[in-house]
């Protein structure tokens, strides 16, 4: 399949890598947006939280206890932000779910 990030999981593409277990892919963005900018992408190909089922969610479930683990690796003691974007209107670049975890610094106080 030809998507950017199961070949950066695949090791196909370098990355910064973060964290990995059997499910789930951490890497740091290459075009950081805050101090501390990582992706956390499922193993498994779903497309973003449009895509996210019954069948799938466990990967989901399972990134969701990664985040804090990686939050506090990073040192985020003071809070971060967790977005994913969902296609045309969410900006979303990539069509492989990830959730970009954003922090380092104070954040702006707008979403949109
Ligand atoms: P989206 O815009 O889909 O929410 O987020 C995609 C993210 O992937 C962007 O923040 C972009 O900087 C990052 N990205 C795109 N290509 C690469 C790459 O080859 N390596 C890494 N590490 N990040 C990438
Ligand atoms: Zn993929």
Sequence with gaps: ?????????????????????????????????????????????????????????????????VIPQIAKAEGLVDGYRVVSNVGQHGCQSVKHLHFHILGGAQLKDTMA
């Design 1 to 65: 399949m030809d998507c950017l990030f199961c070949k950066i999981i695949a090791g196909e593409i370098p990355s910064t890598k973060v964290y990995e277990d059997e499910k789930a892919y951490a890497f740091r963005d290459i075009n950081p947006q805050a101090p501390t900018h990582i992706l956390v992408v499922p193993k498994a190909h779903i497309a973003s939280v449009d895509a996210i089922s019954a069948e799938n969610a466990d990967y989901v479930a399972h990134i969701f206890t």
